[in-house]
């Protein structure tokens, strides 16, 4: 069985890998079955961190975005 540390090394290097074990740890097969989305805390659980990091990295790339908007004027 893999340690939490390898687990973690996975969703970050591994395109399709996320902790799902019910969707064969496989980010495609999660999204197919929950398009519409899903909370926070599923976000936080299939990434392995807390809810605080979801909402951080979401402000994150939001002002990510802004700022490219910006840049294009």
Do not use: W
Request: charged share 35%; aromatic share 6%; hydrophobic share 40%.
């Amino acid at each position: 069985m893999d340690n939490k540390a390898e687990l973690q090394q996975r969703v970050l290097t591994e395109e399709d890998y996320v902790r799902a074990p019910n969707f064969s740890n496989s980010l495609a097969k999660f999204l197919a079955r929950n398009s519409d989305g899903v909370e926070n805390a599923t976000i936080a659980r299939l990434l392995m961190i807390t809810e605080e990091e979801v909402e951080t990295l979401f402000q994150e790339a939001v002002q990510m975005l802004r700022d490219e908007m910006v840049d294009e004027d």
